[in-house]
């Protein structure tokens, strides 16, 4: 009985053992795979931190995720277009424009523990120009590419597929309708994965009315809204690119980056912004307002208000505000000044009527003869009144004013025609009081040549 009793107690003793050996081995292998995750999950954000800039990829605040915006690789001048439809509870809009770029397409992604070892990570895809359905589509495809490579770092891969395969996997070319779906925005606070079905085009097949996948958000309220995105977010590319270039001044021949230069947008024509400020300053001094237009010869194109105002200073740009808005004005049929000296304001004249009133003084003056208002009564003319009997000394002198004023508008005339030349367009008489012989007439702009006889 002993020995029977010694071998029922050492047994159990034995099997006791051996599980604990096992249990011990299996703890060490999943410690040993929570390390090689995490040092896999470190390496992989290190890795994306060195090839994106902070503008491309940002990392959590807790260390575990972090957002990826991708900006697509687009073909030159993508043309885009919109056509709202009121039934649809959307304002009506005919937009056409091309683009250089559009907003990103913005990967939040978050690592389980157990990533890559055994699970992907949980990630939401937002654009402002892609449908629901188009993301959905891409969500569809970022699962299979984990699929087929299950255990390794996946989003290095998943970056490259949106950037440079998402216009040839959606089926999108120009001219791109831009669509929003519904009104508001979708609400996707955290990565809940659901997978629809989808057709070889990248578009749903579901049933009209069932939920897309929720990872898909189009984060945009409007069209409007989504129009004022695209076009903000391609100038700004656009500036950057510029500044980030060098490019040379067609004035003093030099190589200078981007962000000392500035270009016309219309001619694209590129000079640094010492010389254009230089350019601008002499034309606001001399009033030529209307001038300040590109520096190569025989460009039409003219430099915006924002693209004065950065060059010049604050007193400079004040006086061509004033100017060009003096001369817009004056080319304006349907606007008369007040005529009080202390006033001058503009006034707007109504059809058919001679009264104008201006709008800061409240005077009433007729808009014909510039006297105060006088209704249906004929306009006053300055003429000399000659009473009868008047004295010979008053006869005398009124002849003496009108043979000087004669003699005056003879001299003028002649004046006029030996030292002036008249407008090719115009034709009024213009004056050249030094220079070249290229002459540019101060009332139309016709530019001609001085011709010496």
Same mark, same amino acid.
């Given at each position: ?39 896999? #999950? ?7 931190? !060195? ?10 605040? =807790? ?25 649809? %509870? ?9 683009? /250089? ?37 891409? @969500? ?13 770092? &996946? ?16 089926? &999108? ?7 929003? $779906?519904? #009104?508001?925005?979708?609400? @996707? ?28 958000? #189009? ?7 989504? &129009? ?12 950057? @690119?510029?500044?980030?270039? $060098? ?24 000079? /640094? ?25 025989? /460009? %039409? ?38 005529? $009080?000296? =202390? ?14 009133? /201006? ?35 008053? &006869? ?45 007439? !101060? ?11």
């Amino acid at each position: 009985p002993q020995p029977s009793f010694l071998v029922r107690v050492g047994s159990p003793v034995q099997h006791s053992g051996r599980d604990r050996s096992s249990k011990a081995k299996h703890m060490d292998t999943q410690d040993r795979e929570a390390t090689d995750d995490r040092e896999a #999950q470190d390496d992989e954000l290190l890795s994306l931190a !060195s090839i994106y800039s902070e503008d491309e990829f940002t990392r959590a605040e =807790s260390g575990h995720g972090g957002q990826i915006r991708v900006c697509l690789e687009l073909p030159h001048k993508f043309r885009i277009f919109v056509h709202g439809d009121s039934t649809n %509870t959307l304002q009506k809009y005919n937009f056409k424009d091309a683009v /250089c770029f559009l907003p990103p397409v913005v990967l939040n992604f978050e690592f389980p523990p157990d990533y890559p070892s055994t699970s992907a990570p949980a990630f939401t895809l937002r654009c402002k120009w892609l449908a629901p359905e188009q993301l959905t589509a891409l @969500c569809k495809q970022l699962d299979n590419l984990w699929d087929q490579n299950h255990g390794s770092v &996946i989003l290095f891969t998943w970056v490259q597929f949106l950037k440079e395969e998402t216009l040839a996997y959606l089926h &999108i070319v120009p001219p791109y309708e831009l669509r929003v $779906r519904g #009104q508001g925005k979708q609400d @996707c606070n955290s990565p809940i994965p659901r997978k629809v079905e989808l057709d070889s085009c990248g578009e749903s097949i579901a049933a009209e009315g069932e939920a897309l996948d929720e990872r898909a958000v #189009q984060d945009v309220e409007s069209l409007s809204i989504l &129009i004022r995105d695209i076009l903000d977010f391609d100038e700004a590319q656009q500036r950057k @690119c510029f500044n980030s270039k $060098r490019h040379m001044c067609n004035i003093c021949f030099s190589e200078k980056l981007g962000s000392e230069c500035m270009h016309f947008k219309e001619c694209q024509h590129v000079y /640094c912004s010492a010389c254009l400020k230089d350019y601008f300053e002499i034309q606001i001094k001399e009033g030529q307002v209307h001038y300040l237009n590109c520096p190569e010869p025989e /460009c %039409t194109s003219v430099a915006t208000p924002a693209q004065v105002k950065e060059l010049v200073d604050e007193q400079l740009f004040s006086r061509y505000d004033r100017l060009l808005l003096q001369s817009i004005l004056d080319s304006m049929a349907d606007v008369v000044y007040c005529p $009080r000296l =202390s006033c001058q304001m503009p006034v707007m004249q109504e059809p058919g009527c001679t009264m104008g009133i /201006c709008s800061s003084c409240r005077y009433p003056f007729c808009t014909l003869c510039k006297r105060t208002y006088h209704g249906i009564a004929p306009c006053k003319t300055e003429e000399p009144v000659v009473k009868k009997n008047t004295s010979d000394i008053v &006869i005398t002198k009124l002849h003496r004013i009108k043979k000087k004023q004669a003699w005056e508008e003879r001299q003028s005339a002649t004046y006029i025609q030996e030292e002036t030349q008249q407008c090719p367009t115009c034709g009024i008489p213009i004056q050249k009081d030094g220079g070249c012989n290229l002459v540019y007439c !101060s009332l139309c702009g016709q530019a001609f040549t001085w011709i010496i006889f």
